[in-house]
């Protein structure tokens, strides 16, 4: 099951530079927003809810999480300023101990803007997303550690709007 997962993950990914043109933005407030993307083969609508990161004012980064525990997260990454994510991802809550995310193997994919990874265990992170106070997400591209400090203000209507998202 998880790789048909894999699969239709896949195929409903598309860098985020595109998905004006191929998702609907159900929700959007700060550095959230929820979209609601169509599957190639237009027999399936799938909400995710995206967080955006700033490196020097500009976007840099996406974190992008599904209601569904059967969907992985992503990762999004500028390619010409960060590139590919290297190993994990570290997910910090408040004063919490960072926690380890992997990505899951051989799915990475990109265009000429985005490089795009997919996160194996995102479970409980839309819970934390919603009820604290600011998140970090750290990764290193094999050259730089990038951090990212996130205020999580107006993030529990972000989460409600996924969830409603149908």
């Not at 159900?26 to 955006?52: H, M, P, Q, W």
């Not at 991802?89 to 926690?99: C, G, H, L, P, Y």
Request: overall charge positive; glycine content about 4%.
């Amino acid at each position: 099951m998880r790789f048909t997962t894999i699969a239709l993950l896949a195929a409903l990914t598309f860098p985020i530079a595109h998905t004006a043109q191929a998702a609907k933005v159900i929700y959007e407030s700060g550095a959230f927003a929820v979209r609601k993307v169509t599957t190639d083969d237009k027999n399936k609508e799938i909400c995710k809810l995206e967080v955006s990161m700033e490196l020097d004012g500009q976007v840099a980064a996406y974190l992008a999480l599904f209601e569904s525990r059967d969907y992985y997260g992503e990762l999004f990454t500028e390619r010409k300023r960060i590139g590919l994510a290297r190993e994990s991802v570290k997910i910090a809550f408040d004063d919490e101990a960072a926690r380890d995310i992997p990505f899951a193997n051989g799915l990475a994919g990109m265009d000429a803007d985005w490089r795009w990874q997919y996160l194996e265990d995102t479970n409980n992170l839309l819970d934390n997303v919603k009820r604290k106070n600011k998140m970090r997400v750290t990764f290193n591209n094999g050259a730089k550690d990038y951090s990212f400090d996130i205020s999580l203000k107006g993030s529990s209507k972000a989460v409600k709007e996924l969830r409603r998202c149908k």
